[in-house]
């Protein structure tokens, strides 16, 4: 029988990193990290995850400062407004909250956001950087299952890991990520041959396809580590990919859904903006001491 993966705890111990480095550059005299969340419309980002961002920011000492426009704002305003974000020294990240609502062109708007202060990793320039293995933001929820991997085994060099889900935001960062730490990286997808051998060879599985219970015990080799990114809603309950209680028998270590990568997405983004923070504070103290 494996062991659950506990992704409330694991954001817990980042938290506390978190919060132990602001507070001690804090109390050497730098201003407190803020971030910039961008909501357009009534609709505009989930209530549940803005909610969460603001609790989770409050708990760390990052200043979230909500902007609300109404979606009668013409697309000409909003960059406008970004622009102003983009060259305040005071913000060191901007989240807009997505979808954004009616006929908004939400790639033009999402480019109008500084890849310095992209902590969503949602522009070209940044994911281009993270591509090329340059100083970047990385995209949160792959940064989470990374870390609910390492929190199982440091050095995953030479590992076979299997991710089964090729999106943007996840399926391929997540690949890149587990390329970069020296995995032997295979992505599936709805076309994939012969998924369940493929799955069924891998020391890491990753598994986001967003089809409950999809992943049974025949996809899993034993010992493995499994990550369930998938949520679905069914019945009104979030269900993930992986059949857990069966996967569990086999795999040595499962992520749960909820409780799993979900818990531990918003940490990251904090992470994230605490590293862009840091950034500027110390370009501050750079630029100050060179005057
Ligand atoms: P997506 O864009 O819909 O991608 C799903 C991927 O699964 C696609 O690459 C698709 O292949 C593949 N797929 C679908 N059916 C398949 C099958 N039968 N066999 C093999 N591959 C199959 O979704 P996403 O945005 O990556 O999200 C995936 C899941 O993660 C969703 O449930 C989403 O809600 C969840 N999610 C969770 C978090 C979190 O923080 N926990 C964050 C983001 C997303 P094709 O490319 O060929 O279509």
């Keep these: 029988m494996g062991i659950r993966l506990n992704g409330v705890e694991l954001a817990k111990k980042f938290k506390a990193e978190i919060k132990d480095t602001i507070a001690k550059e804090k109390n050497m005299g730098k201003r407190t990290p803020s971030l910039a969340s961008i909501i357009i419309g009534e609709d505009g980002g989930s209530l549940s995850y803005i909610k969460n961002q603001v609790k989770i920011s409050e708990e760390l000492g990052i200043n979230y400062e909500v902007l609300r426009f109404p979606k009668s704002i013409s697309e000409d305003e909003i960059i406008e407004y970004l622009e102003e974000l983009n060259k305040s020294s005071n913000v060191d990240g901007i989240i807009l909250q997505l979808p954004l609502p009616g006929a908004f062109n939400e790639g033009r708007i999402i ?4 890849y310095k202060k992209d902590v969503d990793s949602l522009t070209d320039i940044n994911i281009g950087k993270f591509y090329k293995g340059e100083e970047s933001f990385i995209p949160c929820t792959a940064r989470s299952v990374l870390q609910l991997i390492k929190s199982t085994c440091d050095d995953l060099r030479g590992k076979k890991a299997v991710v089964v889900g090729r999106s943007n935001i996840v399926g391929k960062p997540t690949s890149y990520l587990l390329l970069n ?7 599936c997808h709805s076309n994939t041959k012969e998924l369940k051998d493929i799955c069924k060879s891998a020391d890491i599985l990753v598994t986001a396809l967003g089809i409950p219970n999809f992943i049974t015990v025949d996809y899993v080799k034993k010992e493995a580590i499994v990550i369930d990114v998938g949520t679905t809603l069914v019945d009104g309950k979030i269900r993930g990919d992986v059949d857990f209680d069966s996967v569990i028998e086999v795999a040595s270590y499962v992520s749960p859904v909820p409780g799993g990568v979900g818990a531990m997405t918003t940490t990251m983004l904090m992470k994230n903006t605490c590293e862009a923070w840091l ?6 103290t750079y630029s100050n001491s060179s005057k």
């Excluded at 480019?111 to 500084?114: G, M, N, Q, Y």
């Design 111 to 114: 480019e109008s956001i500084s």
């Design 181 to 187: 730490e020296h995995c032997t990286v295979t992505i």
């Design 279 to 284: 950034k500027n504070v110390c370009e501050d």
